[in-house]
């Protein structure tokens, strides 16, 4: 179909974006058949990069330190596990084919081993449609960080600095920045000039990056080259000044570099934040539907955004669910995380459940505010799963002030509807009661120029806003300081987002608060006995029958969802008394698949 669009387009080059056919020499060489610039590297370094095992043979050929491991094919759960105790736990298992995070997994010991070189088996046969595993050891605390190169046809490369990418959940990158809080000058250089050799080496053209692994002492080693623009890419481009999709461009048209090493300067910091529809809260679980509103920040000189979706479409359980690149640049790493916070209070998203709140904590975190990163950090930080309550602290009195100032914004506004009645005209009382977070606020909230002055709980608080009824965001300055908090009316309350944080808010009467304690709760259905899907996908297999006893922590299911093979385990013993889908069934959220005794 590219090709047909291709010849009815006339177009004489093609780029090919950042996903898998970027890294794909099939289609690369086919284009070169049909007389089309295929504007990425050549097809033999595509080969020789794309083949996790060959470019590491090719990497220690030219001169570049690689991590210690088992490079030929491993056929077998059992020779994985004699490999991995030959390497030493713990190792990595990774698809000699793999990108993207797809077909790698972590082993500690032997039944990690088997289970983990199924896994990244299957998932590389489905991703890739090629099953080849290999091991290497498995560096603890390491920093993932990444060189961007640029070569030209005529022999020249350069590279463009670093990018960090440590903050990964499941070998998926979630935050990037340039350049990186641990590299100087010196160790910049030196990991430049690995980066270099390894392009010459292989006679690259175009862009392309070369990963390394660096250690708690500083040492790195070659991790892969990705010959293909970088998801991330964008981060470079606000540091360096050069929009390397042009660079690309020019050098796929037979133009030489523009740029020496030492033309390369490094302007500020960029900070770059993966949305992802997915749910942080329930383990990180793709989320599918509607972007029922979708509207990103404004950009300007600070802030970017990178998206391919937009309000009305769908978000589908066959593609990556990242939904947008949100991108922030300053002259410090301070500035940068800052606008990065504001940004993502000012985006909306509705319909998908979407890992804002979880982006706002990292950016917030302490360890983060102090460049202390690995790739382990969000299984370290958050090794139980990530909870409303690691959401960062925000001031309740600050909301409720907003949620007072929005009711009484349209109280004013139900006030002034006419045909009262001489005598009943209605009043807009100025006590209220703010019940939000399990708890009670007491309001005074008084009409200004410009605003309210609001008082909670005897804190007083200038709200001062051109907030206009219908807008989801309400942009104000409460005592001076700017900030962005998205509103949505619900029936009679509304619900605030602000640093990730959703509330629910009920501004009412203060006598109708009194009684609402009376009120009974309704208590949620008893699921305990049924292992339910915990999102939409493909049931790939189920590993028990009825009247079967498992064990805590037993494999019960696998489900596909997002290119991604999800086990379920049990969480305490048992008996199966009924199987509810079977092998090959599209499942729904919630979805019941096995019924316990």
């Given at each position: ?180 809080p641990?590299?100087?000058a010196?160790?910049?250089?030196a ?23 660096v ?73 599918v ?43 410090t ?46 299984a ?19 909301l ?23 005598g009943?005209r ?16 007491e ?59 959703r509330?629910?808010a ?45 064990k ?13 093979e ?7 013993d ?24």
């Amino acid at each position: 179909r590219i090709m047909a669009a291709v010849a009815e387009a006339g177009a004489d080059a093609v780029h090919p974006g950042y996903g898998f056919l970027a890294e794909n020499a099939r289609f690369a060489r086919r284009l070169a058949r049909a007389g089309v610039t295929f504007i990425g590297p050549g097809a033999r370094a595509i080969t020789a990069m794309g083949d996790k095992i060959e470019s590491k043979k090719l990497a220690e050929k030219a001169g570049v330190r690689t991590i210690p491991g088992h490079t030929r094919v491993i056929k077998d759960a059992r020779e994985a596990v004699r490999v991995a105790r030959k390497i030493g736990y713990p190792v990595m298992f990774k698809a000699s084919a793999g990108g993207g995070g797809k077909g790698m997994r972590v082993a500690r010991d032997d039944g990690q081993a088997r289970d983990g070189f199924r896994s990244a088996a299957n998932e590389a046969r489905s991703a890739f449609g090629d099953d080849r595993v290999f091991a290497e050891k498995f560096i603890d605390e390491p920093r993932h960080i990444e060189i961007q190169v640029l070569a030209d046809s005529h022999g020249s490369v350069v590279h463009l600095g670093e990018r960090e990418c440590s903050i990964q959940r499941r070998h998926q990158k979630v935050i990037e920045e340039a350049p990186s809080p641990a590299l100087d000058a010196e160790r910049r250089a030196a990991m430049g000039d690995q980066a270099v050799a390894l392009a010459k080496a292989v006679k690259y053209v175009s862009a392309g990056t070369v990963e390394f692994i660096v250690d708690g002492n500083g040492n790195f080693y070659f991790l892969e080259m990705n010959t293909r623009l970088q998801v991330e890419h964008p981060v470079t481009e606000m540091v360096t000044g050069l929009d390397l999709v042009e660079e690309m461009i020019r050098i796929a048209a037979g133009e030489k570099l523009t740029i020496t090493q030492d033309d390369v300067r490094l302007d500020g910091w960029a900070i770059e934040a993966r949305v992802y529809a997915e749910d942080p809260t329930r383990g990180f679980l793709p989320s599918v539907g509607r972007l029922v509103r979708y509207a990103p920040p404004a950009e300007d000189a600070g802030v970017r955004v990178d998206s391919g979706v937009y309000e009305g479409g769908e978000i589908s359980v066959h593609y990556d669910p990242m939904i947008a690149k949100l991108i922030t640049h300053g002259d410090t790493r301070d500035e940068a995380t800052r606008r990065m916070q504001g940004a993502l209070d000012e985006f909306l998203i509705q319909g998908v459940s979407h890992n804002i709140g979880f982006l706002a904590a990292l950016m917030a975190h302490r360890r983060f505010r102090e460049g202390r990163l690995s790739t382990g950090f969000i299984a370290e930080e958050y090794p139980d799963g990530f909870h409303a309550a690691d959401l960062p602290h925000d001031d309740p009195g600050r909301l409720a002030a907003v949620a007072a100032s929005v009711h009484m914004a349209y109280q004013e506004r139900a006030a002034r509807i006419s045909g009262q009645r001489p005598g009943h005209r209605r009043r807009v009382a100025t006590d209220w009661v703010v019940v939000m977070g399990g708890a009670n606020h007491e309001v005074a909230a008084h009409p200004v120029d410009g605003g309210f002055d609001v008082t909670v709980d005897g804190e007083a608080f200038e709200v001062r806003h051109h907030w206009r009824f219908g807008e989801p965001l309400f942009r104000a300055t409460i005592g001076g300081v700017a900030l962005t908090v998205q509103i949505e009316r619900r029936n009679v309350g509304y619900r605030l987002t602000h640093t990730g944080s959703r509330l629910d808010a009920l501004v009412l009467d203060p006598r109708i608060a009194r009684l609402g304690v009376h009120m009974p709760v309704k208590a949620p259905a008893d699921t305990s006995k049924f292992l339910l899907s915990p999102m939409p996908g493909l049931l790939v297999s189920v590993a028990v029958a009825v009247g079967q006893e498992v064990k805590a922590g037993e494999e019960l299911a696998v489900v596909e969802a997002m290119k991604m093979e999800n086990v379920l385990r049990a969480e305490r013993d048992g008996v199966i008394a009924a199987v509810r889908a079977q092998p090959g069934d599209s499942l729904a959220v919630d979805q019941a698949i096995l019924e316990f005794e």
